[in-house]
C-alpha cells in the first residue's frame, strides 16, 4: 500500500466493487458528494449504449453541481477573476496528462478539495492553488520513484 492511502478496512469496506451495479451502489451508500451528481441512472447502463450525448449531458449535470453561491456554498469564497481555472477543467487537464497517470486519486481528491473555492457562481481553484497540486504531485512521484 502507498504511503498516505487508506486500506479498504479504513474506509470501512472489505473490497472494491467488481460491477457497475456495485459501483452504484457503494456510491448511493457513500452519500452525496459536491463533485458528483446525484443521479446516478446513467451508471446502470451499459458503456457501449452510451451515446456522446449521454457523456455531454452527464458532463452538464456534474458541472450543475458543481455550480456555487457565495451564501451557500460549502467552499470558501474568492473573487471572480479571469485567472482562476474551473474546477473541472484543472481536474480533467491533470487526469490525462500522462505524467501523473500513476498518481494518488485519493491525494487528489484531498488536494483538490482543499484548493477548491466558490467565486459566486462556480467552483474554482486560483493559479497558486493549482501550481501547489502540480507541485505536490511531482514531489511524490519522484518520491516513489526513489522507493
Known amino acids: 500500500m502507498r504511503e498516505g492511502s487508506m486500506s479498504d478496512s479504513d474506509a470501512g469496506e472489505t473490497e472494491c466493487p467488481k460491477t457497475r451495479q456495485e459501483c452504484v451502489e457503494r456510491i448511493q451508500n457513500s452519500g452525496p458528494s459536491v463533485f458528483a451528481p446525484t443521479d446516478t441512472s446513467a451508471a446502470s447502463h451499459p458503456t457501449s449504449t452510451l ?32 485567472n482562476n481555472i474551473e474546477v473541472l ?14 498518481c494518488d486519486i485519493n491525494q487528489l481528491c484531498s488536494e483538490f478539495t482543499s484548493k477548491a473555492r466558490c467565486d459566486g457562481t462556480k467552483v474554482v481553484i486560483e493559479p497558486q492553488g493549482i501550481q501547489g497540486i502540480l507541485e505536490t504531485l ?3 512521484k519522484l518520491q516513489q520513484q526513489k522507493c
Open 51 to 82: 451515446s456522446v450525448m449521454d457523456h455531454e449531458q452527464s458532463d452538464m449535470a456534474l458541472v450543475k453541481s458543481v455550480a456555487c453561491h457565495k451564501a451557500s456554498s460549502p467552499f470558501p469564497t474568492t473573487e471572480a477573476n479571469e
Open 89 to 102: 477543467s484543472a481536474w480533467r487537464s491533470i487526469t490525462r496528462d500522462p505524467s501523473f497517470k500513476e
Open 138 to 140: 511531482a514531489a511524490k
